[in-house]
């Protein structure tokens, strides 16, 4: 009988069970995870950014946790030597109607208390001589790290504090009584069960269906959008000092397409947005019946697909033709050619999207009597994952009073 079981070997999953075993040693914790190892879908597939939080409301979880998350980032990595690098974010506006963004941007920053600069166009061309815009917004304190390193070192200390791991273990049935909660898995081709006290899912992907499984009535549905990524080749991995982001569309969920520097020197270009038909599609052409009919038997499926179908559409042609991606990435770096954008493997963001259409922004949760689920975990949870651990800790607490 575990004290707690937790499920989902992503940073979200990793960094509650890390924190929940350090505030309670004596407690037994199990983490279960399907794959055979952590960090196979979101965490790994990202940008690697720790980003500063720019974009987000004032006084928003996403906006806490998110500098609260750089600092706790970068302290962790000192700690445990990880290798990350704070080289600085510039958002690039290269028009008049994306200068009168990059004006609001500004004042976001500053209500969200983080260091900005102002840059006019000869201070951008100084920063970033392969770069070309009208001005540009500097956010020091972006950096790059590799996430998958985060959650290793995560998963070594849980476990050295006493902490257990079942890895390839595929979550099946979960039943809840009043005395406890007991998870069924799949492994080796045979089923087996764990009985705990209380569960936290922090399942990505499965957020929706694992949240079915202990009864909640659901009102909302895991969307999965395909990233795109190119890399470009070594030759142009000093190509820019920062990392490059146009401003963005108010109107669209996205932050357009930018460039990264990666933490192993090389750069990356992306991502786009495209409809995922298969959660786990890292491919071009994946396909799955099953999530792909639960999507489309989805009515907020049809009406978000609806209010951006224009977009959308821009994003499925950029993604067939190399051509119309160059296009939005040559808007600020005009070196870049058709030959340099290189195979990169794609990620996927798990959106969840509410029956009316609405696409959750911020964190989404819900519970029974002996579970508590993050239903969603929007980007930066990778930068914001310690302190979003903390809280959810908090909020187990809570549950049990």
Same mark, same amino acid.
Request: charged share 20%; glycine share 8%; aromatic share 10%.
């Given at each position: 009988?575990?004290?707690?079981?937790?499920?989902?070997?992503?940073?979200?999953?990793?960094?509650?069970?890390?924190?929940?075993?350090?505030?309670?040693?004596?407690?037994?914790?199990?983490?279960?995870?399907?794959?055979?190892?952590?960090?196979?879908?979101?965490?790994?597939?990202?940008?690697?950014?720790? &980003? +500063? $939080?720019?974009?987000?409301?004032?006084?928003?979880?996403?906006?806490?946790? /998110?500098?609260?998350?750089? !600092?706790?980032? =970068?302290?962790?990595?000192?700690?445990?030597?990880?290798?990350?690098?704070?080289?600085?974010?510039?958002?690039?506006?290269?028009?008049?109607?994306?200068?009168?963004?990059?004006?609001?941007?500004?004042?976001?920053?500053?209500?969200?208390?983080?260091?900005?600069?102002?840059?006019?166009?000869?201070?951008?061309?100084?920063?970033?001589?392969?770069?070309?815009?009208?001005?540009?917004?500097?956010?020091?304190?972006?950096?790059?790290?590799?996430?998958?390193?985060?959650?290793?070192?995560?998963?070594?200390?849980?476990?050295?504090?006493?902490?257990?791991?079942?890895?390839?273990?595929?979550?099946?049935?979960?039943?809840?009584?009043?005395?406890?909660?007991?998870?069924?898995?799949? &492994? +080796? $081709?045979?089923?087996?069960?764990?009985?705990?006290?209380?569960?936290?899912? /922090?399942?990505?992907?499965? !957020?929706?269906? =694992?949240?079915?499984?202990?009864?909640?009535?659901?009102?909302?549905?895991?969307?999965?959008?395909?990233?795109?990524?190119?890399?470009?080749?070594?030759?142009?991995?000093?190509?820019?000092?920062?990392?490059?982001?146009?401003?963005?569309?108010?109107?669209?969920?996205?932050?357009?397409?930018?460039?990264?520097?990666?933490?192993?020197?090389?750069?990356?270009?992306?991502?786009?947005?495209?409809?995922?038909?298969?959660?786990?599609?890292?491919?071009?052409?994946?396909?799955?019946?099953?999530?792909?009919?639960?999507?489309?038997?989805?009515?907020?499926?049809?009406?978000?697909?609806?209010?951006?179908?224009?977009?959308?559409?821009?994003?499925?042609?950029?993604?067939?033709?190399?051509?119309?991606?160059?296009?939005?990435?040559?808007?600020?770096?005009?070196?870049?050619?058709?030959?340099?954008?290189?195979?990169?493997?794609?990620?996927?963001?798990?959106?969840?999207?509410?029956?009316?259409?609405?696409?959750?922004?911020?964190?989404?949760?819900?519970?029974?009597?002996?579970?508590?689920?993050?239903?969603?975990?929007?980007?930066?949870?990778?930068?914001?994952?310690?302190?979003?651990?903390?809280?959810?800790?908090?909020?187990?607490?809570?549950?049990?009073?």
């Amino acid at each position: 009988m575990y004290d707690y079981i937790i499920i989902g070997g992503g940073i979200v999953g990793l960094s509650t069970a890390w924190q929940l075993q350090a505030a309670h040693p004596d407690k037994r914790i199990l983490l279960i995870e399907k794959e055979s190892g952590y960090a196979h879908h979101q965490t790994g597939h990202n940008s690697g950014v720790i &980003h +500063a $939080g720019v974009y987000y409301a004032p006084g928003s979880l996403k906006a806490k946790f /998110c500098k609260e998350g750089v !600092a706790a980032t =970068i302290a962790f990595c000192n700690k445990h030597n990880i290798k990350y690098e704070q080289c600085g974010k510039l958002l690039v506006a290269t028009n008049d109607l994306e200068f009168e963004r990059m004006k609001a941007l500004y004042q976001r920053c500053l209500q969200n208390e983080l260091e900005v600069e102002w840059l006019d166009a000869a201070a951008l061309k100084q920063r970033e001589p392969n770069i070309v815009g009208v001005g540009a917004l500097f956010v020091p304190t972006t950096g790059i790290v590799n996430y998958t390193q985060v959650c290793n070192k995560m998963a070594e200390e849980f476990t050295e504090m006493g902490g257990e791991v079942k890895l390839s273990h595929t979550v099946t049935a979960i039943n809840e009584t009043a005395d406890k909660i007991t998870v069924c898995t799949r &492994h +080796a $081709g045979q089923t087996v069960s764990f009985d705990g006290g209380f569960l936290i899912a /922090c399942a990505g992907l499965a !957020a929706d269906r =694992i949240a079915k499984m202990t009864g909640i009535a659901i009102d909302f549905q895991i969307i999965p959008y395909r990233g795109e990524y190119y890399r470009l080749p070594p030759k142009h991995n000093r190509i820019v000092n920062h990392l490059i982001y146009p401003i963005p569309d108010p109107d669209l969920p996205f932050l357009g397409v930018h460039l990264t520097r990666m933490i192993d020197g090389s750069v990356t270009v992306g991502p786009n947005a495209v409809q995922g038909f298969k959660r786990e599609g890292y491919g071009k052409l994946n396909f799955s019946l099953q999530d792909t009919w639960q999507m489309l038997t989805f009515s907020g499926f049809w009406k978000v697909t609806a209010k951006h179908f224009v977009s959308g559409i821009r994003e499925t042609l950029d993604s067939w033709l190399k051509t119309g991606y160059l296009k939005r990435v040559q808007k600020y770096c005009p070196q870049i050619t058709v030959d340099d954008l290189q195979p990169y493997p794609a990620g996927i963001r798990a959106q969840a999207v509410m029956a009316d259409g609405t696409l959750v922004h911020d964190f989404l949760f819900a519970d029974t009597p002996r579970s508590l689920h993050v239903c969603n975990a929007p980007s930066p949870a990778a930068t914001s994952a310690i302190p979003i651990g903390n809280y959810i800790c908090q909020k187990v607490y809570e549950h049990q009073r």
